[in-house]
């Protein structure tokens, strides 16, 4: 499976959030840059503490015009209940058959047993600016697009 790679484009697509509404990742592009991490599964740990982390610095996102959407294969109930119990701010998406990760070219690992963790980082055009790929340190996902956010509108700023 060919993945989105920097300067692609990002498809258009749309999902249920983790109230049932149908969002449409198009209804963004031109007003916000977009931050959109996928993440395995709702109550594992390691996503635990990483969509957490993008809550505790969601107010960081908002200051760089950025959005943060997060995507995994659970359903809508199971995103309300995780989304209410950890105070998300943001929207979580629900990809049941895992079809938008596998467009975004996400790719599994433990010899495919497992949902990869992958972040995109887009500018306000919807063009990828970043990819950021790593298991072992869900954390480190918000702060790879909190530096590329602020890497951005400084080159803006100096442009």
Do not use: W
């Amino acid at each position: 499976m060919a993945g989105l790679k920097t300067g692609d484009r990002i498809p258009r697509f749309s999902l249920p959030d983790q109230d049932g509404k149908l969002f449409d990742v198009g209804s963004l592009i031109g007003q916000k840059n977009l931050v959109i991490f996928f993440y395995p599964q709702d109550e594992s740990p390691a996503c635990t503490r990483e969509v957490c982390y993008f809550r505790d610095l969601y107010d960081s996102f908002t200051a760089m015009n950025a959005e943060v959407i997060g995507i995994s294969g659970q359903s809508v109930e199971s995103h309300s209940a995780f989304a209410g119990k950890n105070l998300l701010p943001y929207r979580i998406l629900s990809d049941e058959g895992n079809r938008i990760r596998e467009l975004f070219g996400v790719p599994s690992f433990l010899f495919g047993a497992l949902p990869g963790r992958v972040t995109y980082i887009t500018d306000i055009e919807g063009n990828i600016v970043h990819i950021y790929s790593s298991q072992l340190r869900p954390e480190k996902h918000a702060d790879e697009a909190l530096k590329i956010l602020f890497l951005m509108k400084s080159a803006v700023k100096r442009g």
